[in-house]
């Protein structure tokens, strides 16, 4: 037996100094709340705990959108629309709104860099302006190679900089932009200006491989919606090789080839001038000979009928119809909707060419070539790359480099250390749009002005500082900054001579509504060149290529590759393939079937001589073959873009590419698979009528729900005061998912990745669910924004087991994020799906620079716990509490949650049920309404109205 | 069976094995108790007093001087923190008065070269409560219904709990905390109304 | 089986106590360090307002 141990410490001992410590513990804890630290002087206005509006205006290529800025304690926590901007009155591009996100980009530069060292703005600036004299005094050109300017005061700087310097040779890029239509415009209107188009005022619109209706044209939609109710109804037919947006709301969609679209044109002018309406000058009959209706049908395996009710509604609708080809098309296709919006009288109706701004000259890529093949032979004394990202989006990569190597001196303008920065010596960080000062003129009629909305984060400039700065270098007189040299110009030129009001007034008022509006110069109408559409018309015929038709598009969401870096951008998916996190080409179904091709499979394809390999999608609708892909992904730098994807932009150097338009493309199998990271799987609504379609004629039928005849166990809710809900039209909606975007920015909502995405473990409080109907060569497509319905009788309160949620007295099912354990029993009985898990510290991982885009009025929610849509009730308080302090009742229209606020068509209404003459009321009380299985008993708070489809020959497109 | 409790109760004879499995319950039990007391809110609730780095009195300012809360605290009636003042509006008496006082020459000297006062927070809600103080003011409750006699404090300390049985049971009582003739009948009790 | 526990039974018993009650104690810390580092971050830091912009007024 083995002896007793002593202990060293006796038990009374041991436990004595185990109590000992723990109160030297506890005392030596003393409870620290933190500090207060209040301002020294109050900026005047400034209060925390209130938000602060600037407008401003965000630009993208060639347009330019109006926004506000809400800022708390300083900073930037979401962009909407500007309420004070004419045409889109408080709604605005969807990547306005996501770009947010690009000013805390942990990756953004905080200082300049020479030759890939730290450097201060003395030394980088120097060296560029001793560089510059230097090419200057030997006569040795310099490349500036910029994005579109769109802003009439740089252009002005542009101008100014190349009289000092005689050498600047200026080069506009904008790779998202095919140069097709620019050069039909050039061809048929001596012009390059794209008109503006007036949906608004369009009865029967026909759009050819163009996509109208995407988040990031505002303008676009909200006009379409005018006309999408039972009020006023138009008639939208899209003929397209892929499915976008545009095809997915058309009434008529018809899958067709891009190579053909020229021929279809000139068809419907052949057919619209036997029906009586003239060519205009200069176009003979002769031309359209050629180009007959019922063949085209036949050859693309359409209905005939079809065409020819087509070309009845677009006689009839005269100068209410509009015709829109697409970037991806040949000039011969524009052409042929400029002839046919002519003869149809739609110029200066729908089609306004009247206010348009001066056209930029873009260089496409064979004009980028010619700069680069002068600069690799050494022509060029150095080059400034300011915004554009050659580096990365240039298709022939070996001719960028032994350009880069031949150039001496190679500066880059720009926020982060991209692709193109890693290639130059000099690296100037620049100011992100909401810490700069710019006019843009969108249309002659309008300026919009950009203001910052905070002081710069990091030691940067803006890069029309920076040529203002190399301009005051060189001799030119200029002043000490920017918004000088803008409130110059503006005291100039725009202050009307006939405004009483002194400039400094004038400035202010004009910032404070981030809009101004102007007389347009009147100009004569643009007048159609009938010689040149022959021209153009001659050259169309039956393409001879074998191979696939590809067509490349800008991302829907990551645009030309500029926001792949952006999570929120790489998240929120294709709207119509539902893909996040990466590309993928697009293949039909009947060509899948016949090679074979699964989601996922990974095909190599080939066009010119160039080779990419990238995975596969079976798109339900997409012409047989055509391929369809998205640009803008591949990106090599960036925390959040390298690797994601694949760089489709070499394709477009292959010999034979027409803009992007690659007409004889081959696909091979290559025998890989990999999972594709989709936010959405199933396309099939099982025979619930979950989202509904009804068909003009229809839509006074009798109501959609039933209600009434549900029996319910549980005892009717009372709500004293107030009763939110919703209100959805599906008309109305086009799937932009700008409010996706706009409650993701309001609600602190995480970006998960795609590992996670390939879990279904994404964030988003709300998404657009697309279902496919009928025969997958060209199904019905419906779309549905889905966020939590706040169901009187919620399947998800009554299995939680902590009551983590319950349901307030003014209608909303409350999530208490502290007292949720994370049994998730909820997500298992919402009928929805719309209450999203958070599986990890997706909020806690975030940078401290993303933090600050919190905001602040909603929790941030850690590991464990349930997130779901709340009808934005910081939102619903505030406005309560707001219109308490002013001593008034609330109103109809006082309380806009995010998604309603941000949707360009106005589809999302919200308000108060208790309240029978709200705009909610009213709308739940429509023939259309219905709610989203209605039978299970549940009592959604949120009415949808049915989708109208005006299908022809149904009625008359009224 | 028979045998393995055999084995356990030979072990338990040794003092030794004893000891160490005494000592062991004892540490499992204080690290429980330690990692929860300290997740539990602050129990160190009501009688909050910090020294604050000026020692600013409010039984001077609000009492004698009976300078109105909302002079200093101009928050309190449109945003949801009633906020605390700048040293702009400290000075905008101080220029003149009590200029040789060593707490107004810390001041002072503070307000002119720019730097910062941090005063140590006394009332503090954890991050998922959302108190608003408008619907609060405006319904016309003093303020010293919820931050007790505050011109009676030399020192602000935290007169009231601020645990969430006692907002309710203001929210289901409001009577006493509001002024007469009042309309409303009750504070709201649902959790949107403080949690989001 | 022994009626008397020997000396390496008694050893190897503790040492595996020790090791559980390590391991309850490696789990009571990285149970506290990942409470209290998800806990609640410092507010967002204030930036500064631009000097020049105009906000909207209300």
Known sequence: ?958 | MDRIAELLWQRLRDPAVRLVLAASAAAALAVVCLVGWSAQPDRFSRGFAPAQPIPFSHRLHAGSLAIPCQHCHSGADRSRSAGVPSLEICMGCHKVTRIKSPPIRKLASLYESGGSLAWKRVHSLPGHVFFDHRPHVSAGIACQTCHGPVQDMAVLRQDMSLRMSHCLSCHRDPKAALPAGSAIARGPENCYACHR | MPATASRKDFLKGLAGLWAGLGALAGGAVIGWKDVFSSRRQPAPRRLKPPPHSVKRDG
């Not at chain 1, 005047?44 to 800022?71: C, H, I, M, W």
């Not at chain 1, 050629?290 to 020819?308: I, M, N």
């Not at chain 1, 493309?665 to 594709?676: F, I, M, S, Y």
């Not at chain 1, 983590?804 to 009985?829: I, P, W």
């Open chain 1, 1 to 958: 037996m083995a002896e007793p141990i002593e202990p060293d410490l006796s038990r009374r001992e041991f436990l004595g100094v185990l109590g000992a410590s723990a109160a030297l513990a506890a005392g030596c804890s003393r409870p620290d709340r933190g500090e207060i630290v209040p301002f020294d002087k109050r900026p005047a206005g400034a209060r925390p705990g209130n938000a602060d509006l600037y407008a401003s205006a965000f630009q993208e290529g060639l347009s330019a959108y109006g926004v506000l800025v809400k800022t708390r304690e300083g900073r930037p926590i979401h962009v909407q629309g500007n309420d004070k901007h004419p045409s889109c009155a408080g709604k605005t591009s969807l990547r306005a709104m996501a770009d947010i996100m690009g000013l805390y980009d942990p990756g953004r530069l905080r200082r300049p860099l020479v030759k890939g060292r730290p450097a201060s703005w003395d030394q980088a600036r120097g060296r560029l302006l001793s560089d510059l004299l230097g090419a200057r005094a030997e006569r040795r050109p310099v490349l500036l190679m910029t994005n579109a300017l769109l802003s009439p005061t740089r252009r002005a700087l542009v101008a100014a900089l190349g009289k000092a310097l005689p050498g600047l040779k200026h080069a506009v890029r904008e790779p998202a932009c095919g140069g097709a239509e620019a050069a039909a415009l050039k061809a048929c209107y001596g012009d390059a200006r794209r008109p503006r188009l007036r949906l608004d005022r369009a009865k029967v619109m026909l759009a050819l491989e163009v996509e109208l209706l995407s988040g990031d044209r505002p303008e676009e939609i909200k006009g379409f919606a005018a006309n999408r109710g039972e009020g006023s109804m138009s008639r939208l037919y899209a003929f397209e090789a892929g499915m976008s947006l545009t095809g997915a709301n058309a009434d008529h969609r018809v899958p067709w080839k891009p190579s053909r679209a020229a021929a279809l044109g000139f068809a419907l002018a052949r057919a619209l001038h036997q029906s009586g309406r003239p060519l205009p000058a200069g176009v003979a009959d002769s031309v359209l000979a050629g180009f007959d209706l019922e063949a085209l049908a036949k050859e693309q395996g359409a209905d005939p009928a079809l065409l020819r009710a087509l070309a009845e509604d677009l006689k009839r609708a005269g100068s209410s119809a509009l015709v829109v080809a697409g970037p991806a098309l040949p000039p011969q296709a524009h052409a042929a909707a400029f002839l046919l919006n002519t003869m149809l009288g739609a110029e200066g109706s729908t089609v306004d060419a009247s206010i348009s701004p001066p056209a930029e000259e873009l260089a496409g890529d064979e004009e980028s070539s010619r700069f680069l093949l002068e600069a690799a032979q050494g022509r060029f004394a150095a080059a400034v790359f300011w915004g554009v990202n050659p580096a990365y989006a240039f298709p022939d990569a070996a001719l960028w480099d032994s350009s880069a190597a031949a150039i001496p001196l190679k500066a880059r303008i720009g926020r982060t250390l991209d692709e193109t920065a890693r290639a130059c010596d000099i690296v100037l960080p620049e100011h992100h749009w909401l810490e700069s000062w710019n006019d843009f003129e969108p249309s002659s009629d309008l300026l919009l002005l950009q203001q910052p909305a905070v002081a710069p984060l990091y030691d940067t400039r803006q890069g029309d500082d920076v040529l203002l700065d190399l301009l005051r270098g060189l001799g030119g007189g200029a002043p000490l900054d920017y918004r000088s040299y803008l409130m110059e110009r503006w005291r100039r030129e725009v202050q009307p001579a006939s405004s009483l009001l002194p400039f400094e007034r004038f400035w202010s008022s004009a910032l404070h509504d981030g809009a101004l509006r102007r007389e347009a110069a009147s100009r004569p109408p643009r007048r159609l060149d009938g010689a040149a559409v022959t021209k153009l018309a001659r050259q169309t015929g039956a393409p001879a290529a074998s191979g696939f038709e590809l067509i490349l598009s800008p991302g829907a969401n990551v645009f030309d590759g500029r926001y792949a870096d952006n999570g929120w951008l790489q998240e929120l998916p294709d709207p119509v393939t539902k893909l996040s996190w990466g590309n993928a080409v697009c293949v039909s179904p009947a060509d899948a079937v016949r090679l074979g091709l699964a989601d996922g499979d990974i095909v190599e394809l080939s066009a010119g001589g160039v080779e990419v390999e990238l995975p596969a999608v079976v798109q339900p609708g997409q012409a047989p073959g055509t391929l369809g892909a998205a640009l803008g992904y591949g990106r090599r730098a960036g925390s959040v873009a390298a690797g994601v994807g694949v760089n489709l932009f070499p394709m477009l150097a292959g010999s034979g590419a027409a803009g992007l338009l690659l007409p004889d493309t081959e696909l091979q199998k290559t025998g890989c698979r990999t999972a594709l990271p989709f936010i959405q799987r199933h396309h099939k609504m099982e025979g619930r009528d979950i989202a509904r379609s009804i068909t003009l004629a229809k839509s006074r039928q009798p109501r959609l729900t039933h209600s009434k005849d549900l029996a319910t166990l549980y005892p009717p809710r009372k709500f004293p005061k107030h009763k939110w809900a919703m209100a959805v039209d599906l008309s109305l909606c086009t799937g932009c998912q700008a409010c996706a975007v706009s409650c993701q920015s309001e609600n602190n909502v995480p970006v998960v990745g795609a590992e996670r995405v390939l879990e279904g473990r994404e964030m988003h409080w709300l998404r657009v669910d697309r279902y496919y109907e009928g025969p997958a060569e060209n199904p019905k497509v419906l779309l549905q924004p889905m966020m939590c319905q706040q169901c009187d009788d919620a399947p998800c309160e009554t299995v939680c087991p902590v009551a983590a949620t319950n349901h307030s007295d003014e209608g909303l099912n409350q999530m208490a994020y502290n007292r949720c354990v994370g049994t998730r029993y909820c997500a298992n009985n919402c009928p929805y799906k719309v209450r999203r898990f958070n599986f990890f510290e997706y909020n806690a991982q975030t940078p401290e620079s993303r933090r600050l885009a919190f905001n602040p009025e909603v929790t941030v929610r850690p590991r464990g716990v349930m997130e779901k849509c709340t009808f934005c009730v910081q939102r619903i308080q505030e406005a309560k509490a707001a219109a308490r302090s002013a001593g008034r009742a609330l109103r109809d229209g006082d309380i806009e949650p995010a998604c309603a606020a941000a949707c360009p068509a106005g589809a999302i209404v919200f308000g108060d049920l208790k309240d029978p003459a709200s705009r909610v009321s009213r709308l739940a009380a429509r023939g259309r309404g219905y709610r989203v299985l209605e039978e299970l008993g549940v009592k959604p708070s949120v009415t949808y109205l049915a989708d109208l489809s005006n299908p022809a020959g149904d009625r008359d497109a009224s």
